[in-house]
């Protein structure tokens, strides 16, 4: 056998002109590769959106801030436990949704933004990311909000609208035609902004629903898939916002209150799984579901501690929304797979930079214990 005979994987008695054709195949195959790549790095089309632009827009409006997460920036990591009740069995395989399973977690609150030392504020979007690590090695990961549905349904929307809502420095506040402008090319963003400011604001961190909002397919162990977007719900009653809350001298108030109840107890949120049924939208997080969708209680996630941001805890973290175990499936809602991609680059880029003390570990109420 020759050598080319071993490179191409060719039996010996293939002829000269059948070799040519298997190892033009193989050419293709190869293009077809580095093609993908050449894609995936933006190399053949500079006006392509990839991880990497998405995320140089997220430096570009926010600044850079060297070892932080480009978006999200300012957190805390939290850790407790998921107890299945059961009645999410019957509609996915996962282990963790076994009736009696408790599973372990370790999760990050966060801020929305990619300021790390912002001072908290009500209004901000606060969000809680979890990672469930099941028995046999699988993981869940997802990472979660408090708004009911999210202002964009594409990639190009989020990095357009990060630019249109990027605040003008004279003012503050974003500019207003520039905005206009947004909306108008995108009036599923419009609908889906006064779906997010018409919502109720609460206190803290301990009294929020977090939403999904991407939708996922729950896998039966029949076969079947159901179309899910799951939220957190406490248990806590939820306390409107307090604007005496806002003129506090600490501004880490939010995350602050967190620990403190914390210190003094567990809390608790209800995982429910809210079921879509065909015709409902699993590819545009902007439109909200009917109200009358069935709902599952899934189990109770508890939360027991939090621990400031440092090496080994929440910090080298990558919530990547695409970290499943069997059981539960993406949608077809291309959030996703850009979330993933540009969560993996935003990792990248912290991971090996220097990194400075979190705004919220340097507080001095994290001297009372944490
Ligand atoms: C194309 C759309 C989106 C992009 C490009 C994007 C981008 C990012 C990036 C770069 C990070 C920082 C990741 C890291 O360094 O670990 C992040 C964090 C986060 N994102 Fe998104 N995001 C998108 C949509 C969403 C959606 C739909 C949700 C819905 C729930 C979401 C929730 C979160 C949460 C909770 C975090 C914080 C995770 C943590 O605490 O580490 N994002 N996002």
Redesign the pocket.
Known sequence: MTLLHDLTGAPPGMTTRSLLLRLSAIGVVLAAGAGTFAYAGGWLSPGALTPAR??DR?EEVNGRHPGF????AK?LCVSGRFAAGGAGARLSTASLFAAGQVTPVEG???L?GGQPYAADAETTVR???LRFRLPDGEEWRT???TIPV?P?R??EA??DQLLAAKPDPATGKPDPERLKAFFAAHPESAKAAALIKARTITSGFADSTY????AFRFMAADGSATPVRWAAVPERASAPENAAQAARADKNFLFDDLAAQLRQGPLSWHLVATLGRPDDAVAD?TLPWPSDRETVDLGTLTLTGAEPETAGH?QD???D?LVLPDGIAPSDDP?LS??SA??A???TR?AGEEKSPSAVAAAPARGAGL
């Open positions: 998405i995320v997220l997460r480009r978006n999200h957190g990050r609150v966060a929305a969000s809680l990311a990472g979660m909000n999210f964009v594409t990639p989020f990095y939403w999904g909002l991407n997080a929440c973290v990558n919530f929304p959030l850009a979330r540009a969560y680059r935003s990792f912290r």
